[in-house]
């Protein structure tokens, strides 16, 4: 606990960009001062929070009194008031109390009167209490003393011995404390008393009712009260090894830290510091009061020498370069932090000199006001969620810098960012998950979040999240907290390409990946053709065409396993290419050589484009935004763009040749065919464009005579169905063309498995 000397001095603390800045009152208004010239305790620090107060902004808060001595069990009030920056009192402010130790001293405020709280004194020692408001922040140093215990009326009925029981080292005393109590409970009327150890080679007592320990063993303190009413507490007497809480100090120049000392053997109990001798190696860097206080002197190294009970203990404490910055995370915002309940959320501060260089010596000093709530490990910096209810953190830095967070614990719902998605075996997709209100609002990133797969064989999921694609299928992802919330995310784990593949005059979808193109996985087998398979972006669905009943082409929508195919669109027209909107919701196609849109559950079919051209072979860009399409005027197609809505069209690239089959890379790029026939010459070559400026480029080699293909999401490759003449007889085979690595620009071959095999209208999974 940092020890203040409280002087008329009052300092606050802004905050510009990600810096906190001490500036003195005595300055010129709005001036920021960096640099202390001289140690000043402050008496009110701001908190460092963009928060304000309607019409008045706080800049500073005064306690009073500013120091409380206190017995055990006793309870005082303390008032605080908040003032403007321009000393005017700032009425109906709400205040926000901790203690740095609560079992020392705790914080009861006043509901009725928000600018009162009462500190209660819990057990010997010493300890900070923080209060904020706003942006400001102020101290009370409190000092609690043993107590010979509360006082009522009426006559005795029992008596209590407090604490009860109590463990010693040979040597160390403690007062004992007594309540006199009626026959209802209430306080009595104190009495004389008698003390006695039942057991005086373990422990002996005074008539004070002081204990003090003699060897090892377990005693019994008995004290007897008026009409003979007794009480017994139970002594434990171990020559345990005590040592100081903190493993090193780190400290300022004139600021100060009392030091904890516990007994590890006995549950970390806490001693009193008075019972020990204290010294410091090296006074010229820190000296050290009778009662454990620690006071930086100038920058240095020196160890503080705790002695008592035959044991020596030496604590390093390093005197650094005076701070007068602080940059703190997470940023206040004028609202509570969320930690879902059984989560964690990262706390950090940095110090600065005046000079902005990081003072990696200095150590923050962290309090959680409820650590039931919310528990605080200053060593990783890290608050996690232990029960519902808000409770606060406070931190405070050298030179009496320092925040105070409210942390709000919450038991919040468990929301997938995506409820489905695709992926190829082998891969692996990062499966986030946040804490959601009943409202859906998104609290907090989850964590702590145990994961499960109903299939590993499909797919696995590991301790973050991640899930990885095992075998072609669909599965389940749960993850699922300690006190109940889950959500379940709908995995679809398939090959990345879709083609139809005609084998002896059929026509069915099959998906594949390029890695293992020979391993084909069949997605229908119906008795009629089904081609024109596209993904939706998510990877979970597949458009594709059909004959409906009647035989008219429609299109149809299907899990991306092949599963639960249905019909989207019923008009009498032959319909054809279907491509999904980046969201999944609607489906852009063509009809009677127009483009339309549909959503995807067949409601609200809207037509686009009008006119004596042919339209067809619609493609929505990937920020949804556009359409890119082929319209064709007698014997010549070129490529046109137009928006969602089927405003603006307009002519992207129109030449002598034949430009046809629009397809968007990810950057917004697009690739298309281009055909055309110089005297006996004829190419089909894949070209690429930008919307803005350039010259399209030959993406696809020239000797490839391509009759359709499909560019991958990220532009790394091409898969072409290339017209191929073999004994006068023309085959359309498949081909994949890296774009990117050693193998760029090489067209592979996606082997057969019967000659007589045919491909059609590839698609990647974006």
Known sequence: MTVF?????????????????????????GRIVKRLGVFVALSAVASGWPFSVAAQAIAELQVAPSTVQIEVGAREGVLVTAYDASGNVVPSTDFGWISSNIEIVRVEPDPATPNIAYVVGVAPGAAQVSVTAGRAQAFLAVSVLASSGPSGVGQAFSLEILPNPIQLLPTEEVMLETRFLRADGQLAARGPLTWRSLRDAVAAVDQRGAVIGISDGQGVIQATGPNGIVARVVVQVANQGFAPEAARL????????????????????????????WASTDEAVAVVSPAGVVTGVSAGAAEIVIQGFGQQHRLPVTVHRRVTEMEIA???????????????????????????????????????????????????????????????????????????????????DITFETSRFGLSVGSAVDLAASFTDANGNVLAPATGLTWTTQSVAIATVDGSGTVSGAGWGRTQIVASASWGAADTAEVFVQGSILVTKFPGGGGDIYAFDPATPTAMNQLTSGPNAEIGATYSFDGTQIAYVAAAEGGTQKIFVMDADGQNARVVTDSPDREGSPKFSPDGSQIVYESNQDIWIVNADGSNPTQLTFGEAAEDRPAISPDGRMIAYQSTTGRNSDIYVMSLDGSDQRTLVATEAHEAFPAWFSDGGLAYLSAQTTGRDRTRQVMRTDLDAG??????????????????????????????????????????????GPNGGIPIEVPREDPSEQFFSPAFRR
């Not at 002087?7 to 009152?25: A, F, H, K, N, W």
């Not at 519902?388 to 409210?406: D, K, N, Y």
């Open 5 to 29: 000397s409280w002087l008329p001095y009052v300092g606050v603390v802004s905050q510009s960009d990600s810096y906190i800045y001490v500036v003195s009152r005595a300055t010129v208004p």
């Open 330 to 412: 997470p940023p206040h915002d004028g609202g509570p932090i969320i930690i879902p309940l059984t989560g964690s959320v990262s706390f950090e501060a940095t110090f600065y000199d005046a000079n902005n260089t990081p003072v990696t010596e200095a150590v923050p000093s962290w309090a959680i006001q409820d650590p039931s709530i919310a528990s605080f490990d200053a060593a990783t910096g890290m608050a996690t969620g232990l029960q519902i209810g808000t409770t606060r953190l406070a931190l405070q830095g050298p030179s009496g810098l320092g925040v105070s967070w409210e942390v709000q614990v919450v038991g919040g």
């Open 250 to 277: 780190s400290l300022s120049p004139a600021a100060a830290e009392s030091i904890g000392v516990v007994v590890p053997g006995q549950n970390g109990r806490r001693m009193a510091n008075s019972q020990l001798r």
């Open 695 to 740: 010259e399209p480029v030959a993406v696809s080699p020239a000797d490839l005579r391509v009759l359709n293909f499909a560019a991958s999401g990220d532009g790394s490759m091409l898969a072409l169905v290339v017209e191929i003449r073999e004994d006068r007889t023309l085959f359309r085979r498949l081909y994949l063309l890296p774009l990117r």
